[in-house]
């Protein structure tokens, strides 16, 4: 089988891809190790930048996330016992977030791929990458029992930290760096009303919270908790207990608790693979950088990626210029830095470090106190949050 652009992986970064590369005639398959319903049930990502929703509207996929997305124009964050709103919109004259589910941008980019009758391989086996320092590299996989070979011009790299084409780089052509944490998230979605209409974000001393939603029916909270922590150990009695334990006395009064439809623990992360390309194949969101989700920046880094990566293969195949894929690696890695140290100030802000004890909490609450005291510290956050502009 023959394409122009073989995707490997039909996460966020390689459905939006696709739905690019298919509006401007540009033939391309997906093939991806999961089933489509497993890729659905993973409970991600919540908060798009406007970047993001510019590029889904310009996908065609933004209609239902223009109708049941919630803008959020400010955010709370609570220290020593008290909320202090960061006021977005006017922090930032008039940018906005919105939060509408990561697994809901999937499925809609599902089904308009459904629609147009795309080739996505799902339940892909073996997938391998081959040739990608020549000019015509290939992907293999077994499928139903059956060995495929696709034939491309090129290879794009969309399947997460886990995934197989960073490692089909030559470990002396990529080098990375990577910062783990010393503690994870737990995560619990569940069907009751959210506690507050914006986002809280809680410094404690018990550790982070954070408070978050889907919809005005569906809330998405989270705890700090030890990476290793068992999931037995966290009853969702437990997990209410202890998330009221870090909130204020009036969202630990409003906060509305019920049973939990997907519990799991995160690790935290900060890693970058540089370059993001390597010959015929190009890396693109979580395959080629992970933060951690402190900022709420990981999704948002992968779709500017997938822009500058359609517009350097559209600029290749139809105006035949190749000075886009030339800088596509230098493109997005001024702007990955900047949104992991973003993510990494945040996440070093929030969180309680077992090393830095009741010192460390007091310089956290000074910097917070700063933060919401100062315009200037304010707005840098406000900016960083509602994220950088592409260049
Ligand atoms: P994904 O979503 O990991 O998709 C990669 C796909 O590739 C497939 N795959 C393979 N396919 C073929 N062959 C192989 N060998 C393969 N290996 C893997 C996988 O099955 C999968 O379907 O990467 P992608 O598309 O780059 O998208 C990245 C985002 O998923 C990620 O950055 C965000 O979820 C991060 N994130 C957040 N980002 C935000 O912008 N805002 C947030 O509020 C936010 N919150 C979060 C988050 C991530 C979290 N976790 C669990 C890490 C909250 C959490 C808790
Ligand atoms: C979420 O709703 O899952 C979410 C929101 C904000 C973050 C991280 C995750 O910073």
């Not at 339940?123 to 034939?151: L, W």
């Not at 809280?200 to 982070?208: C, D």
């Not at 908790?225 to 009853?235: A, F, G, H, I, R």
């Amino acid at each position: 089988m023959k394409t122009q652009v073989c995707i490997v992986g039909a996460g966020p970064s390689g459905l939006l891809l696709g739905a690019l590369l298919a509006k401007a005639g540009i033939d391309h398959v997906i093939v991806e190790r999961q089933s489509a319903d497993y890729v659905l049930g993973r409970i991600r990502a919540g908060v798009l930048e406007q970047v993001t929703t510019d590029l889904l509207v310009e996908a065609g996929v933004g209609e239902r996330m223009q109708r049941e997305g919630l803008v959020h124009d400010g955010f709370d964050l609570l220290f020593k016992g008290t909320r202090h709103r960061i006021d977005l919109r006017a922090l930032t004259g008039g940018k906005v977030v919105t939060v509408y589910g990561q697994t809901e941008v999937t499925r809609d980019l599902m089904q308009a791929r459904q629609a147009q009758q795309l080739p996505t391989y799902y339940e892909a086996q073996n997938v391998a990458i081959h040739g990608i320092d020549g000019e015509s590299p290939k992907v293999s996989f077994r499928r139903g029992g059956v060995e495929t070979e696709i034939e491309c011009e090129f290879i794009a790299g969309c399947d997460g930290y886990h995934g197989v084409s960073r490692q089909s780089v030559p470990q002396r052509a990529i080098k990375t760096f990577e910062k783990v944490y010393p503690f994870g998230w737990l995560g619990v979605l569940a069907d009751v009303p959210p506690v507050s209409h914006e986002l809280i974000y809680a410094n404690t001393e018990r550790g982070f919270a954070l408070c978050s939603m889907r919809s005005a029916t569906r809330s998405r909270y989270y705890i700090q908790c030890p990476v290793d922590e068992p999931l037995e150990k966290w009853s969702d009695d437990a997990f209410w207990d202890e998330l009221k334990l870090r909130l204020d006395p009036h969202a630990r009064e409003r906060l509305v608790t019920g049973p939990s439809i997907e519990k799991s623990v995160a690790p935290l992360r900060s890693f970058v693979a540089e370059p993001m390309r390597f010959g015929r194949l190009f890396l693109a969101g979580d395959a080629a950088h992970i933060v951690p989700p402190t900022g709420a920046k990981g999704l948002n880094l992968a779709t500017g990626d997938v822009k500058y990566l359609s517009e350097a293969l559209i600029e290749y195949f139809i105006e035949k210029r190749e000075a886009g894929i030339a800088h596509y690696s230098s493109r997005c890695l001024s702007r990955v830095w900047k949104a992991e140290r973003f993510s990494w100030w945040f996440t070093s802000l929030m969180h309680r470090f077992p090393e830095s004890g009741e010192f460390g909490q007091k310089i956290q609450e000074a910097e917070l106190d700063y933060l919401v005291g100062s315009v200037a510290a304010s707005t840098s956050l406000a900016e960083n949050y509602v994220g950088l502009p592409l260049q």
